[in-house]
């Protein structure tokens, strides 16, 4: 017989405790905890699903275990394929995260669509009826007989049909929606979904058939209770950014068969997600020309350049202590910026309200976009534009010293294809920075599409944030040019 008990999880972090707690000492959420019902070991019951899938439980050496060659094969989209390291793998579980109505359905609805391997591709939504799902493939220009449609989300039911179909890739919409009968908690709680995911683990190990998971996102940017799955699956991928504009990127944050820190850009249209080649030309579209409190800079993204612009308004504070609002850049980061700023110019930066954006809905995850960021407060602080022909790129240390760069090949890259003929850049940069501008020069081949986009902009190296704000904002310094921006 099993016994059931109850404990608390946390929603947020899965920590279990047996009493309640206004806040979780693991993750410091508040009221997070939700009580649940779990059944404790059986004997002579049904057997666990979180059973061994490996199927051997004898130990053996390492070196009498044959290595398994990897099979993949593509999604179809060089995007996707790009974020999952070069394809499915056969026998992995991925799970793809995002907020509700970001596109996560529409993107694995077309991605069944363009997968050529043989067999059939299984769609098992617990959210939408066969005919809903029937009629957005319809929207999105699919009618592919090799895609078979289960409305279900009862884990035993499902796992029979995968056992017995045996497809070449299964979809299932969404993790949150499915339960296990051999377990009493609702469906959507953390017991559920864990479970759940521990019994699709063993079944996409042992039939060799890639599984994909949809989980939602709530808005404070955690998965809903499945946060907890995240060290079981092979690969969990997210949708970043908002679901306001048409841009939509994709990021792997675990990829036990590729590298992390690829990003994929879509766009949304009216027929579905569209690859997006060069994200850098549609992040920078619409962008104010110049425009007061407008820098660009170039961070990179895996092994791609991408270009960002980032703005900044300050405005009169009210409040005794200043807010400091940040999208797509850390908050701490701007705070320790801002005070370098103030140590060296005396801006009275206390008295005013600070905004920072990244444009595009980007996440900027390192310091080379320091100096940017502060060339647009200072910018937005006089009110004079930065040239809108100019990239600037740096990090900027405590004492005020502009420090190196990571990866500076490419973040210059196409700069003076896409528009750029200025770009400031650290000094500790130089000698990397002229040995391409000399490598470039020696290529005699200069009208070839290659060389227009790998032609460099005229770089202005500075040492210190003075010196950077001194050219950036003294035309006189930089030498007067007809070229515009595009
Ligand atoms: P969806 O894939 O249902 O989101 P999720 O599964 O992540 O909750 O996407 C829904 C949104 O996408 C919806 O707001 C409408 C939009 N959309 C388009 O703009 N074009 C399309 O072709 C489709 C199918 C959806
Ligand atoms: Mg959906």
């Known amino acids: 017989m099993a016994k059931s008990k109850t404990q608390y999880v946390c929603n947020a972090c899965g920590y279990e405790t047996q009493g309640w707690m206004g806040r979780c000492p693991s993750c410091r959420a508040w009221n997070s ?54 394809g499915f793998v ?20 077309q991605i069944c669509n363009l997968i050529h391997k043989e067999g059939t591709i299984l769609y098992v939504s617990g ?51 499915l339960y296990s009968e051999e377990l009493t908690s609702p469906p959507g709680s953390i017991s559920q979904a864990r479970e759940v995911t521990a019994g699709l683990l063993r079944i996409a190990k042992s039939l060799m058939v890639p599984i994909v998971l949809v989980g939602h996102v709530t808005k404070d940017g955690t998965l809903a209770g499945p946060r907890v799955l995240e060290h079981m699956v092979d690969t969990v991928i997210y949708f970043e950014g908002e679901n306001s504009g048409p841009f939509r990127m994709i990021r792997a944050v675990k990829n036990r ?21 060069n994200a850098s030309t549609l992040l920078l579209s619409g962008r104010p020309i110049n425009a007061p409190g407008s820098v660009v ?48 110019f005396s801006l ?35 009110d004079i534009p930065v040239r809108s022909d100019t990239m600037v790129i740096g990090e900027v240390g405590l004492t005020g010293e502009i420090r190196p760069v990571d990866q500076i090949e490419r973040r210059v890259g196409e700069m003076r294809h896409l528009g750029f003929s200025f770009c400031v850049v650290p000094g500790a940069n130089r000698q990397a920075l002229e040995k391409i501008s000399k490598n470039i020069a020696s290529n005699t081949r200069t009208n070839t599409p290659e060389h227009a986009i790998l032609s460099m902009p005229e770089f202005i190296f500075v040492d210190s944030l003075s010196e950077a704000i001194d050219v950036l904002f003294s035309f006189d310094n930089v030498k007067q040019s007809t070229r515009g921006a595009k």
Do not use: H
């Open 33 to 86: 905890m939700i009580e649940e019902k779990i059944e404790t070991a059986t004997t002579g019951g049904k057997p666990s699903m979180r059973k061994n899938w490996v199927g051997d439980e004898g130990v053996v050496a390492l070196t009498d275990v044959a290595a398994e060659a990897k099979s993949r094969f593509s999604s179809g989209m060089k995007e996707f394929d790009r974020i999952l390291g070069g």
């Open 90 to 109: 056969d026998g992995s579980l991925v799970m793809v995260g995002g907020p509700p109505g970001i596109g996560k359905s529409t993107l694995l609805l």
């Open 127 to 177: 959210e939408e009826s066969k005919s809903q799902i029937r009629m957005r493939a319809t929207r999105l220009g699919i009618d592919s007989p090799s895609i078979s449609l289960c409305s279900q989300t009862s884990y035993e039911y499902i796992s029979e049909i995968i056992s017995t179909q045996r497809p070449s890739l299964c979809i299932i919409d969404s993790i949150q929606t």
């Open 257 to 277: 068969f590729g590298s992390t820190g690829e990003l994929g850009f879509f766009e949304m249209t009216d027929t579905g997600l569209k690859e997006v080649e």
């Open 297 to 344: 800079t170039s961070t990179v993204e895996g092994t791609r350049p991408v270009f960002v612009e980032i703005q900044a308004l300050l405005s009169p504070s009210s409040f005794t202590s200043p807010q400091r609002m940040a999208q797509g850049i850390d908050r701490s980061q701007i705070g320790m910026l801002l005070a370098i700023l103030e140590k060296k």
């Open 348 to 382: 009275g930066m206390n008295n005013f309200d600070a905004y920072i954006n990244v444009v595009g809905g980007l996440r900027i995850d390192e310091r080379a976009c320091d100096l940017a960021v502060l060339a647009a407060v200072f910018s937005a602080y006089k």
